[in-house]
């Protein structure tokens, strides 16, 4: 139980930084050196491409560890 409740935090926490990392990407457009779009946009906002897919991993993680716990641990 306790290991779900992990998971369920985690889950949250990512998904949270996850959205507002986005949310900011997406209203600032940037064209980086004729590459417009999203990935212009995240490549133009100083770096935050890198912190956009450490945030997706923990979210992944916390549902791989909630996933386990529900339906894999016996």
Do not use: C, D
């Not at 507002?20 to 417009?36: D, K, Q, R, S, W």
């Not at 995240?42 to 993680?61: D, E, K, Y």
């Amino acid at each position: 139980m306790k290991r779900m409740i992990f998971g369920i935090f985690l889950a949250i926490i990512g998904l949270i930084f996850t959205t507002f990392i986005f949310i900011n990407v997406a209203t600032n457009p940037v064209v980086y050196n004729g590459i417009g779009g999203l990935r212009g946009s995240f490549l133009g906002s100083h770096g935050m491409t890198i912190p956009f897919i450490i945030s997706l991993v923990v979210m992944i993680a916390g549902l791989i560890v909630m996933f386990y716990e529900a339906y894999i641990r016996k």
